[in-house]
């Protein structure tokens, strides 16, 4: 299944763009998703633990199992005043 990953804030700083299309197994999850996002680009293996996904809209547990055409973004933790 074939899904689009954006990438916000620090994340984008760290992978050099804004979004990626990946190629992911049948019945892939989130969890599985960071995985091969931290393989992939390892600077950005320790920002994962900390982020937020989202699926559409909604934040999306490791749990959650992504489906073709899936458009994720990584939010990762915001700070400043």
Do not use: Q
């Not at 899904?3 to 019945?27: K, M, N, Q, S, Y």
């Amino acid at each position: 299944m074939r899904i689009t990953i954006r990438f916000f804030a620090a994340a984008r700083d760290l992978v050099g763009c804004d979004a990626v299309e990946r190629d992911l197994p049948p019945h892939a999850t989130v969890a599985d998703l960071k995985a091969t996002l931290a393989a992939e680009f390892p600077a950005l293996a320790t920002l994962l633990r900390h982020s937020m996904i989202a699926v559409g809209h909604d934040y999306a547990a490791d749990a959650f199992v992504l489906a073709d055409g899936n458009e994720v973004a990584v939010i990762p933790p915001v700070s400043g005043g």
